[in-house]
């Protein structure tokens, strides 16, 4: 079955680390999302991409990096530089066009 | 900027009632859509419903249905029958522009408890 596919579930980083969360997805979607999900919170863009080897910064991007060497796999990592990382991490993705998004289960990072 | 607003932080509803979910929203943008998604506690995010900006009738979707009046730019989601299930957290999201812009803006959501 095509869908997105996001890990780990659960991330725990100590302070300073950098950590690297996937998403991957097999639904041949041109564009993938990273969003931020803060407790009781709306969910707030971090990165998009509408094409391999492209990305733009969403409305939090700072302390976040990704990359989007292929069509499938769209991976955000986290750096030292985000002083408050511990939240919950959707990733999504969408054929070009006016449609609806598709998103995975998400990954909870927490900081040790 | 656009901007989406549900002004209810929790709502309840008895079981097999109907209840409605305020949804406004702010654009310049004369092209865009609207979306609905459930978020349970497992965290997944479920699409319910969509209504584009030029479409004349309301969308439905078994139970769901979206009253969308776009002069007063509101786009509230109706419940009918609520079940159980229904319990969860639920987001109003606008498409920002048209094309393949495609960021989505999402309001701050609203619990909703279905009592038995």
Redesign the interface.
């Known amino acids: 079955d095509g869908g997105i596919t996001q890990s780990p579930k659960y991330l725990f980083r100590k302070e300073g680390q950098n950590v690297t969360l996937s998403c991957e997805q097999n639904l041949n979607h041109?564009?993938m999302?990273w969003?931020r999900q803060d407790p009781?919170?709306?969910?707030?863009?971090i990165y998009?991409s509408?094409i391999v080897n492209d990305f733009q910064k969403?409305d939090i991007a700072e302390g976040y990096s990704v990359s989007r060497e292929k069509k499938e796999s769209f991976p955000l990592t986290v750096t030292s530089a985000q002083k408050n990382p511990t939240a919950?991490y959707?990733c999504?993705s969408?054929p070009?066009?006016?449609y609806?998004?598709?998103?995975g289960?998400?990954t909870?990072l927490t900081v040790v | 900027a656009q901007k989406i607003t549900q002004t209810q932080p929790g709502m309840f509803v008895q079981e097999k009632e109907a209840v409605t979910l305020d949804c406004t929203y702010d654009t310049s943008d004369q092209s865009y859509g609207l979306f609905w998604y459930k978020q349970p506690s497992s965290g997944e995010m479920i699409f319910l419903i969509y209504q584009g900006s030029y479409d004349e009738q309301n969308a439905t979707e078994g139970r769901y249905s979206l009253n969308f009046q776009k002069a007063r730019k509101s786009a509230n989601l109706v419940i009918s029958a609520s079940q159980l299930g229904d319990s969860a957290m639920y987001f109003c999201a606008m498409r920002e522009g048209g094309g393949n812009t495609g960021k989505l803006i999402f309001g701050q959501g609203t619990t909703l408890q279905v009592k038995p």
Request: net charge positive.
């Open positions: 041109d564009a999302y969003y009781g919170q709306g969910l707030r863009l998009y509408q969403g919950f959707l999504a969408t070009s066009g006016f609806g998004y598709t998103f289960s998400g909870r």
